[in-house]
């Protein structure tokens, strides 16, 4: 993790290890337990005070694994992970999720290459050591020949700039920075801005406390039944005895998971056909939504807009207020913003202490210590929830801003797209590799599955060097740009780019504006095996300036 606000410490001696990894998450984990396990001497930094990553600071009300989840959003690398831990719910919570992660570092001894409670300050890589040292806000100055940045692809929160809102004398909140101790709703008039996933999980479990809570919607959206249920002892004991096939699906499924992949065409159903088959799954629930009903909703405007005039015609049979129900109409293509799994969303603006503010209608022009002031008028309120998303995919790599070769900082390679190579490397920051980068399928993916995959591949690039006594291994300008063009021709034989999300940017002032995620799902994988046969295409390998310090620390 990162804080420049974070005053440094007196440095101490340098440290030297391997490879450092910035990142206790999931992805962080996996890349201790991989690397230990090949022989490398590695450290972890991470600012939270334990693992977890993202499970770590969002835990919110209503928090919970919203993809196909339990008991598959999971590691796979240890077969005994899956014998002895019993999930309980098909969508997780979050402290359920956050246990398993905890259970996860106590069974492998991960906590003792974890420095918790510290941030990476300054990473800067040195052309004449091919090694990359690390400065933090404890003091530790630490040198390692392979940097690994597990910092997350929503770890970076969004903070809205809106007049006044420091001015805000209430409690405020974001959802991905929540409280550890407990916060109370009780009596309180909420007011919750955004309505992604977090703010859509968040809002009903609050209206069940709160005196008034007080949605102030950016941009109607999708969101589909979760179908949250307990999980069986017969449903765990299945999934163990089939374990094996289970992971060769998951490995196989475009999106890293268990499911048989369809061919049919939306456009090939009759109407009452779609519309049984979309009542099926929308009573089932979960993300067996997307999974399950046809292969063109993604790239179809046709096929797009029947799955999109059938959930704006759910949500008008849940919504009772007419007005308010006219509000939440999306108005993009279904799926071409992350898909959202709600519990009782809709239904909680039948409440009488729910309220809607459209901000296209009636944007927000100020905050004071007691209220926000809307074009239509003041609203007082006790407490501000800010479900405003993340920087996400790119923004926690910008701000941890490495210096490559030159002293060459990211943001300044970072300036007009995300340059790099498989979503993995970047030309210029020599032996730094990402995990759930730019370029890389990360959000579209298993992500634990996906940085299990990621990490072995990298895992195997590092072997390849150290084996060979070479010093440093790069992206190529040219491998940057062929894969730019991969990603991007991907993208746009898809809906996708076509909409405004945060998978475009466009929830960043000033961020570069294009889809940065590799739409290849498990062909991705297949893409990083042909790399690796063809020598390692696309990159380049640098001999070591000293022998001696090639292949350990």
């Known amino acids: 993790m990162t804080n420049d606000d974070v005053p440094s410490q007196t440095s101490r001696p340098e440290e030297r290890y391997d490879a450092v990894i910035i990142g206790a998450g999931v992805s962080g984990m996996y890349a201790l337990h991989h690397l230990r396990e090949m022989g490398l001497s590695v450290r972890v930094y991470d600012g939270a005070s334990d693992v977890g990553g993202t499970w770590w600071y969002n835990r919110y009300p209503g928090a919970r694994v919203d993809g196909p989840g339990s008991p598959y959003y999971c590691y796979t690398f240890s077969d005994e992970l899956m014998e002895e831990w019993d999930w309980k719910e098909t969508q997780s919570e979050w402290s359920d999720v956050l246990r398993y992660i905890e259970h996860v570092a106590d069974r492998f001894d991960l906590r003792r290459d974890i420095q918790f409670e510290t941030w990476v300050q300054d990473a800067r890589y040195d052309e004449a050591t091919q090694r990359w040292t690390v400065e933090t806000n404890t003091g530790v100055r630490a040198s390692a020949q392979f940097l690994i940045c597990a ?20 409690e405020c909140h974001h959802t991905g920075r929540w409280p550890h101790e407990p916060v109370s709703f009780d009596g309180k008039r909420v007011a919750i801005i955004g309505t992604g996933s977090s703010g859509i999980q968040a809002m009903p479990e609050i209206a069940k406390e709160a005196a008034h809570v007080t949605v102030f919607q950016r941009t109607a959206q999708f969101a589909f039944p979760a179908g949250n249920r307990p999980l069986s002892a017969h449903e765990m004991a299945e999934a163990r005895r089939t374990w094996e096939e289970i992971k060769a699906k998951m490995l196989a499924h475009p999106g890293g998971f268990p499911f048989d992949t369809h061919t049919r065409s939306a456009l090939e159903a009759t109407p009452e056909e779609r519309e049984a088959l979309y009542e099926e799954l929308w009573q089932r629930g979960g993300f067996r939504f997307f999974l399950e009903s046809y292969n063109d909703i993604a790239i179809s405007e046709e096929a797009n807009a029947s799955l999109a005039d059938f959930v704006r015609s759910k949500i ?11 509000k939440l109409m999306p108005d993009h293509f279904v799926m071409t913003k992350r898909p959202i799994l709600e519990n009782g969303y809709f239904e909680a603006y039948n409440r009488d202490n729910v309220s809607l503010v459209d901000l296209r209608e009636d944007p927000i022009e100020r905050f004071t210590e007691t209220s926000v002031v809307t074009r239509s008028g003041d609203h007082p309120i006790d407490m501000l929830v800010l479900a405003t998303g993340f920087d996400a995919i790119s923004g926690s790599m910008l701000r941890l801003d490495p210096k490559g070769r030159g002293g060459m900082r990211l943001s300044e390679r970072w300036t007009d797209r995300f340059h790099n190579y ?4 970047i030309s210029g920051f020599p032996n730094l590799f990402m995990i759930h980068g730019p370029g890389s ?20 690039l590092v072997r390849r060097l150290r084996d060979r006594n ?34 475009t940017g466009a929830n960043v002032p000033g961020k570069p504006r294009y889809f940065s995620v590799y739409l290849g799902g498990s062909i ?30």
């Open 441 to 460: 399928p990360g959000v579209f993916y298993n992500m634990p599955l996906g940085a299990e995959r990621q990490m072995g591949w990298i895992g195997n």
């Open 422 to 425: 498989l979503g993995l490397t």
């Open 151 to 170: 910092v997350g692809a929503l770890s970076t929160a969004n903070l809205p700039d809106i007049p006044g809102i420091d001015d805000f004398a209430g």
């Open 524 to 553: 991705y994988y297949a893409r990083l095996d042909e790399v690796a046969a063809k020598e390692y295409e696309g990159l380049v390998f640098e001999e070591a300036h000293d022998a001696s310090d090639a292949g350990a620390a």
């Open 470 to 503: 070479l010093g440093a291994v790069e992206a190529t300008a040219d491998g940057e740009a062929a894969w730019a063009e991969e990603v991007a021709a991907l993208a746009n034989a898809t809906l996708f780019p076509r909409t405004d999300s945060w998978w």
């Open 316 to 326: 008008r049979q849940i919504v009772r207020d007419p007005a308010t129900a006219e």
